[in-house]
């Protein structure tokens, strides 16, 4: 990201942009403050325990791939030059089945049939597919010309002894532990999660399941902001919901500061209750923006904490506190297991329907829908929802919307950028 722009840190009242947010935690993450956190280390884990972990360190092919002249079909084995046209008859010598070796030579005017996988016979340098061959008794007649090297992955096509078969940091899904045991890899290492700790605010607030009096409202940012961490690569800790009391908010956040990521969520505005800001200075914490031009999430706030602690203060409807995790904290977890700080990755698809122009101005990210059609490729969708306290319309979501000037209509089959939020999504 640009060093450039206005200092960060002198006006932490001021509104920021988007790029001026991401500018500060950009600055913060590489700065020398936060490398006071302890290192959150490696370990080593078996394969099966590895999905969704950070690799740490370079995984290399203990052999070629192939290590053999492989059939890449199942069929016959011959020498090329005894079938340059259509219609040879060769000798059927043997056989090989995949996770075996023939014992011999192939000789001019034989074949050996072989399974897909299996290593090509000495002599021979291309395989036949079946639908090519017809059999009879012994001998087998090609029905096509063949060449040199067809169906046949090469020894080491794929990698060479040695080589680098995955580079860190890389979050290891299916295809990348696929990779891996073939290289012959059982146990990988990687990042040990981000220790993280959340705290929800309010005296509103009641633990799902337990007894609603009127007025109150269940704590849903808890359990969500834990999901979210552990998907970011977190270690999360929902530390529960502080009531509105500096002595209730002190205790909790004193708790939450032995961590290296702190999301306090709720208590962000302006209101006579809203004490998180302070409460947080108050235990050494150095904000550096507090409210950013954008919606939802407008009095969203970052600072560091006095051993670089990352925290981030979360407007308290879910949908905001959910917009802001995916945009600051998302990054600052992920600087932390070794990969670049940067804003979350967008797509450019095409909009499904018409977005009437809105009467705020400031860049918006809403929920949507994609899918895809064969005439009109990947679409973004518009979930229906009601807002920044609307949950529900979140729910249906896979993506994030962004309006850069949301004051202005926008056509159906415009070009849109969208945020990906699948967790294989970069």
Same mark, same amino acid.
């Given at each position: ?54 690799? =740490? ?10 290590? $053999? ?83 046949? =992955? ?77 998907? $970011? ?13 500096? =002595? ?7 708790? =939450? ?31 550096? $923006? ?137």
């Amino acid at each position: 990201m640009s060093d450039s722009g206005r200092s960060w840190g002198k006006d932490p009242h001021r509104l920021v942009s988007l790029n001026e947010a991401w500018q500060a935690v950009w600055r913060a993450v590489t700065s020398q403050a936060t490398r006071e956190l302890p290192p959150i280390g490696v370990e080593q884990v078996p394969l099966e325990h590895a999905l969704g972990r950070v690799l =740490a360190a370079p995984v290399h092919a203990d052999d070629d791939y192939p290590a $053999f002249d492989k059939a890449m079909m199942d069929g016959f084995a011959v020498r090329s030059a005894d079938a340059k046209s259509a219609g040879a008859a060769l000798r059927v010598a043997g056989f090989v089945p995949a996770g075996d070796v023939y014992q011999g030579r192939i000789d001019a005017g034989e074949a050996v049939r072989i399974n897909t996988g299996a290593p090509l016979p000495d002599g021979a340098d291309a395989v036949v597919k079946i639908e090519d061959c017809v059999v009879e008794n012994d001998f087998v007649t090609i029905r096509t010309a063949v060449h040199e090297g067809q169906s046949v =992955a090469p020894r080491g096509s794929h990698r060479r002894r040695g080589d680098t078969v995955l580079t860190p940091p890389v979050r290891l899904g299916p295809a990348q532990i696929a990779a891996a045991a073939t290289a012959g890899s059982a146990l990988l290492t990687v990042a040990r999660p981000v220790g993280a700790a959340v705290v929800s605010t309010g005296d509103e607030l009641v633990t799902p399941g337990e007894p609603k009096l009127p007025g109150r409202i269940y704590d849903s940012n808890g359990p969500m902001l834990t999901a979210l961490l552990r998907q $970011f690569g977190a270690e999360p800790r929902n530390l529960g919901f502080g009531r509105d009391t500096a =002595a209730s908010l002190t205790a909790l956040f004193e708790q =939450a500061l032995a961590h290296p990521v702190v999301l306090a969520v709720g208590g962000m505005s302006m209101g006579t209750l809203d004490l998180v800001p302070q409460t947080l200075s108050s235990l050494g914490v150095t904000w550096y $923006f507090h409210g950013v031009e954008m919606r939802p999430g407008k009095p969203v706030a970052y600072g560091l904490g006095p051993n670089g602690q990352h925290v981030f203060g979360l407007p308290g409807n879910p949908v905001s506190a959910f917009v802001c995790s995916w945009l600051f904290a998302r990054m600052a977890v992920r600087a932390l297991q070794g990969y670049e700080a940067r804003p979350p990755a967008r797509l450019s698809v095409t909009l499904a329907r018409d977005i009437k122009a809105h009467r705020d101005s400031r860049p918006a990210f809403l929920p949507a829908r994609l899918r895809s059609e064969e005439d009109r490729g990947l679409l973004a969708e518009p979930c229906h929802w009601g807002g920044s306290g609307d949950p529900f319309g979140l729910a249906e979501a896979d993506a994030l919307l962004c309006l850069p000037h949301p004051d202005e209509p926008t056509a159906a089959g415009a070009r849109v950028d969208v945020i990906c939020l699948a967790p294989t999504c970069d």
